[in-house]
């Protein structure tokens, strides 16, 4: 049973912008912190931002300002609006679901152009 699912990855150049959804099951509760991480080849995996239940935020000092969390509680439901992307951003984004245990999504791939 899948319990994390991203969506909204791809393809996008330099400049450009894309938005990563992710949903996690009904299944899944008593969830506190959901976020994102990524993955670069020969790199380990990173935090890109993370935001609590209670809104509380937190980005990695290389996207500030070009990346922003939301999160829609009703529907268990974490966005990734990325702005401004650049050659660098290019890796496998992986949502992140925290409560007393960790869901992982499979990941998603986001390649930016240059």
């Known amino acids: 049973q899948v319990q994390v699912v991203e969506s909204g990855g791809g393809l996008v150049q330099a400049g450009g912008s894309l938005r990563l959804s992710c949903a996690a099951s009904?299944?899944?509760?008593?969830?506190?912190?959901m976020g994102w991480y990524r993955q670069a080849p020969g790199k380990q995996r990173e935090l890109v931002a993370v935001?609590?239940?209670?809104?509380?935020?937190n980005y990695a000092d290389s996207v500030k300002g070009r990346f922003t969390i939301s999160r829609d509680n009703a529907k268990d439901t974490v966005y990734l609006q990325m702005n401004n992307v650049r050659p660098e951003d290019t890796a496998v984004y992986f949502c992140?679901?925290?409560?007393?245990?960790?869901?992982w999504g499979q990941g998603t791939q986001v390649t930016v152009s240059s």
């Open positions: 992140y679901v925290g409560t007393p245990h960790d869901y």
């Open positions: 009904s299944s899944i509760f008593r969830i506190n912190a």
């Open positions: 935001i609590t239940s209670g809104g509380r935020i």
